[in-house]
T-cell receptor
Framework: TQLLEQSPQFLSIQEGENLTVYCNSSSVFSSLQWYRQEPGEGPVLLVTVVTGGEVKKLKRLTFQFGDARKDSSLHITAAQPGDTGLYLCAGGGRGNKLVFGAGTILRVKS | NAGVTQTPKFQVLKTGQSMTLQCAQDMNHNSMYWYRQDPGMGLRLIYYSASEGTTDKGEVPNGYNVSRLNKREFSLRLESAAPSQTSVYFC?????????????FGEGSWLTVV
């Protein structure tokens, strides 16, 4: 079974701080997606990374796919209260089925 | 644009009761999915339909059945609800099943089985 472990599980920081969320596995994934979910809503795709070592930037968010395609990270610069939510990573697994991590709950306090 | 719409939003069932969660998408997507989300466990795939007329089991199919009624609609049925099926259920769709396809999720259905 392919598993994705996310860390930390919870993160509470002050507005303006930087943070990094990690997504790790012992399995190789052909692609890695990051989603953000707000309370009472479904997850929304932020980015897909497909190449080992790939780095993608989305405003203050930087996503990196590990060289071996077993891990990924999400870095947020100067976090804002609007960044609060549940961040989920998902890997392209066998049979084109996505495997989701348990998520990181981020709270940014103003 | 409605996107993915699922009903009901909230439901309380007694153990042993049956119910169907309805889902419809208006994006002309080929593939549809049902996930459940439990605290600390992320999203787990229950069933999916790669295209109209086909359905396949996901990671946690036991206790559920699905019907791909047409290209737009994909329903999830609990024949005899159990407390372990208390969860938040998400319907989703994508243009295809390739790993680079964007999956669009509905807003979720909160189900409590007592």
């Amino acid at each position: 079974t392919q598993l994705l472990e996310q860390s930390p599980q919870f993160l509470s920081i002050q507005e303006g701080e930087n943070l990094t969320v990690y997504c790790n596995s012992s399995s190789v994934f052909s692609s890695l997606q990051w989603y953000r979910q707000e309370p009472g809503e479904g997850p929304v795709l932020l980015v897909t990374v497909v190449t080992g070592g790939e780095v993608k930037k989305l405003k203050r968010l930087t996503f990196q796919f590990g060289d071996a395609r077993k891990d990924s990270s999400l870095h947020i610069t100067a976090a804002q209260p609007g960044d609060t939510g549940l961040y989920l990573c998902a890997g392209g697994g066998r049979g084109n089925k996505l495997v989701f991590g348990a998520g990181t709950i981020l709270r940014v306090k103003s | 644009n409605a996107g993915v719409t699922q009903t009901p939003k909230f439901q309380v069932l007694k153990t042993g009761q049956s119910m169907t969660l309805q889902c419809a998408q208006d994006m002309n997507h080929n593939s549809m999915y049902w996930y459940r989300q439990d605290p600390g466990m992320g999203l787990r795939l229950i069933y999916y339909s790669a295209s109209e007329g086909t359905t396949d089991k996901g990671e946690v199919p036991n206790g559920y059945n699905v019907s791909r009624l047409n290209k737009r609609e994909f329903s999830l049925r609990l024949e005899s609800a159990a407390p372990s099926q208390t969860s938040v259920y998400f319907c989703a769709s994508s243009a295809g099943t390739g790993q680079r396809n964007t999956i669009y999720f509905g807003e979720g259905s909160w189900l409590t089985v007592v």
